[in-house]
């Protein structure tokens, strides 16, 4: 028989035995309904790998990645860099030069970075930075007469608009002109909680407090441009500074309130709309903080990302646009077997390539479905399905063969005998039969009518089936699995 529910989401519940669903390093991806004689509703597909592209600009943590006019910057510890491609052809070399240091105050936490289309401006702990792209200096700021908020930073019409921290006033640039920034020249929510962080939609100014979001507009009014929007307030607010960003028309964060923690929301219109689910939800207040969640986004074969870092609790989770589906990611630790946090924490789409910077080393990798590892460490993938009992009777199930519908014969390395692994949990999922399961064939190059299967499995009143593997398979998609089971009689 068909099993029913095998493809799909991460959702594990608080209480494992009534849902211990996860995707690692596979998202859903539905079949639309003009996709021919199929009678899959959707399959899981593998996420990106990584190659390496450039190992020099550490020792040290990435603290930002940025691109504007096909030009792409990044920081290391406490330096500045432009990286350049070079070369006529394929493959090219990416070679970064330095272009001036910024303080090293902080070096742990990422750091802002907006554009005017001239003009960077870096905002780091208590100071700023210009980076004029014509001539290629980088200018320290300093405090310039206020208190830098380093997550309060957006540009709407050419102005710099950045946040005197601890505070709800928020102040602009001259236009086109970062270096300058008048006294007078600021305003205020009139709201109790300070301003966390900001983000320009459709021209409009979108001020983010822990509590409350407030959306201003520029008005063009001599005195003072920004004006608030009638009727805009949101009770709601933001619980991570920079998971803030924007995407497919929107802008998305992580949330927070004067009633409680962690929800994720979009915008719809000048309304919040609840995009987690009760079980992401559970996870993130799990953890001992979120505050330092971190967010990227990217595209790809028609998917919007938006992905979600927490570096103190190790996890890294990923929101799909065209399907409304989250899944995880993790970077595959050989030593510990286990998933930690992803390192591919700073992304920027550039020269044809989604670059990502590593949080934890400072280098440049290109993130491709190219590539069938993450740089040479094996990007273990894994499936933990639905519970499977009998929900009449609770009698005893016997399974006599798991079978993995998947595509097979697309072997990455010619000679090779990749292997898909199986491994199951007799109580919900709170111990398992083995650390990696039972292996299976996945078929060699050229075996593309392998059944990848699994026989007597003994038996359980309540299963959950999990699948996982690492060998270099390119294209890997899960389509589906069946089942054959016998109903014992007590």
Known sequence: MRFDGFIGPSYQTPAVQVDAQRSVNLYPEFIAPDG?????????????????????????????LFSVSGRVFAIVADRFYEI???????PYSYVAAQRGT?????????????????QL????????????????????????????????????????????????????SAPLDGSTWSAIDFGSTQEADAIVALEELHGYLWIFGENTIVVYQDTGSASFPFQRVPGSKIEQGLGAALSLVKLDNSIFWLGSSSRGP?????????????????????????????????????EERGHLFYRL???TAGATWVYDVATKAWHERGYWNTATGAYVAHPGRYHAFCFGRHLVLSATDGKLYDQSLAYYDDAGNPLRWMRRAPHIDDKAGRRKLFYRRFELVMNTGFDAAPGSNPQVFLRWSNDGGVTWSG???????AGALGDYSRRVMWRQLGSARSRVFEVNGADPLPDLVLIGAELRIDQGLS
Request: proline share 4%.
């Open 84 to 90: 350049t491609q070079t070369g006529a052809a394929p």
């Open 36 to 64: 021919g004689s199929s009678s899959e509703k959707a399959v899981l597909v593998r996420t990106p790998g990584l190659l390496l592209l450039n190992d020099q600009m550490g020792p040290g943590v990435g603290r930002a």
């Open 435 to 441: 650390d990696e399961g039972a292996a299976a064939a």
């Open 121 to 172: 401006l870096i905002l780091g702990s208590l100071t700023a930075y210009l980076f004029n792209m014509g001539t290629n200096t980088l200018t320290n700021l300093g405090f310039l007469g206020f208190n830098w908020n380093r997550s309060g930073l957006a540009v709407v019409d050419t102005y710099f608009v950045a946040v005197n921290a601890d505070s709800n006033q928020f102040q602009i």
């Open 102 to 118: 910024v303080s090293a105050s902080g070096a742990i936490n990422p750091l802002r970075i907006q554009t005017n289309g001239v």
């Open 309 to 311: 870092d927490f570096p």
């Open 262 to 298: 962690a929800v994720v929301y979009r915008a719809d219109g000048f309304l919040p709309s609840r995009i987690s689910t009760h079980a992401l939800e559970a996870a993130l207040q799990s953890y001992s903080t979120v505050s330092d969640a971190i967010a990227s986004t990217y």
